[in-house]
């Protein structure tokens, strides 16, 4: 099983930004369908990203889109989520979660992700 340790999380001001790494142990990142979701106090976990194992495909949840931008590294065998203009409404915990599926697609419900990160914060103040 994948295990999955995510960091770079922190206090930036709105307009600013923060780049997340996920580094992955004990399977390859390559060969799983990949996918950064966030949590806010009170909210339900939600999609923010996400990248096909075969690498064809990355999508993102439109509150997101322009401003983060989802890569993977084979060599570093991490997933990296750059974000940009962060928002208030950005606040939350970030997660990374891996999926291990025989068709190569982005996986947009949580439910489908087998392993999770342990989380990392991202705060954004006004």
């Known amino acids: 099983q994948v295990q999955l340790v995510e960091s770079g999380g922190g206090l930036v001001q709105a307009g600013g930004s923060l780049r997340l790494s996920c580094l992955a142990s004990?399977?390859?990142?390559?060969?799983?369908?990949m996918g950064w979701f966030r949590q806010a106090p009170g909210k339900e976990r939600e999609f923010v990203a996400g990248?096909?194992?075969?690498?064809?495909?990355?999508d993102y949840a439109d509150s997101v889109k322009g401003r983060f931008i989802f890569s993977r590294d084979r060599t570093e065998n991490t997933v990296d989520l750059q974000m940009s203009n962060l928002q208030v409404e950005d606040t939350a915990v970030y997660y990374c979660?891996?999926?291990?599926?025989?068709?190569?697609?982005?996986?947009?419900?949580?439910?489908?992700?087998?392993?999770w990160g342990q989380g990392t914060q991202v705060t954004v103040s006004s």
């Open positions: 990248i096909s194992w075969s690498g064809v495909s990355t």
């Open positions: 979660a891996a999926a291990r599926k025989w068709y190569s697609t982005i996986y947009y419900d949580h439910r489908e992700y087998d392993a």
């Open positions: 004990g399977g390859i990142v390559s060969t799983y369908a």
